[in-house]
């Protein structure tokens, strides 16, 4: 890829970053109001009492806040941004544990965050290797682009990034050519700094 369409996309990215941090303290979810819990016999438990950072129950009632973030908030508005759109768009979401999905419709075409929630981080690695492996020209994310983790890209519109034992994978291959608000953009431009903007959302919320 061209070194000057991957330093935009990193600009792209660190201008997400602001804005994720901006909106961490104002989100009723954020670690500071930590959610509550509804009990079998219908009263309410608050994240604290409950042991809100064990990670098995909270995978186990559904997926973790981390990875719902790809589908709402400001990753919301970064996909709008990234892509050059008009208004924010409303995705739809699946969770067949440990894989929640978020699906963005763009001009009907889909653009698809994926997170494998595992709560084990040597899980997490394992098919963080397992995907990597069994994706066609999947290739290291090398130097300052892999953020220090663990990541991987086909060049062609699908990143991924391990961190914490969590699996993010944006696929942006079935979108067109010349996104942004420039369109200037490729598919690989779109989803690498969606990906950054939802690694720095999850930084910021941990």
């Not at 009632?61 to 768009?89: F, H, I, T, W, Y």
């Not at 067109?176 to 420039?182: F, H, I, R, S």
Request: glycine fraction near 10%; charged fraction near 20%; hydrophobic fraction near 35%.
């Amino acid at each position: 890829m061209d070194p000057k369409k991957l330093l935009g996309a990193v600009a792209v990215a660190s201008l997400l970053m602001t804005g994720c941090a901006a909106t961490a303290s104002d989100s009723p979810e954020s670690p500071s109001s930590p959610a509550s819990h509804s009990m079998a016999d219908g009263t309410e438990m608050s994240g604290a009492e409950h042991g809100e950072h064990q990670p098995e129950h909270q995978n186990a009632q559904g997926p973790s806040e981390a990875a719902r973030m790809v589908c709402n908030g400001q990753v919301v508005q970064s996909v709008s941004d990234v892509l050059g759109l008009e208004s924010e768009l409303t995705p739809s979401s699946s969770w067949d544990k440990p894989m929640f999905t978020c699906t963005y419709d763009v001009d009907g075409k889909p653009l698809v965050f994926s997170v494998h929630d595992a709560t084990n981080v040597a899980e997490g690695k394992k098919h963080f290797a397992e995907l990597q492996k069994s994706t066609d020209n999947a290739e290291d994310i090398k130097g300052m682009l892999g953020l220090g983790m663990p990541s991987f890209s086909t060049g062609d519109g699908i990143v991924a990034f391990l961190r914490d034992g969590k699996t993010l994978l944006v696929d942006a291959t079935a979108l067109p050519v010349g996104l942004g608000p420039n369109g200037s953009k490729t598919q690989h431009d779109a989803a690498y700094a969606l990906a950054s903007a939802v690694l720095v959302c999850w930084v910021d919320h941990t």
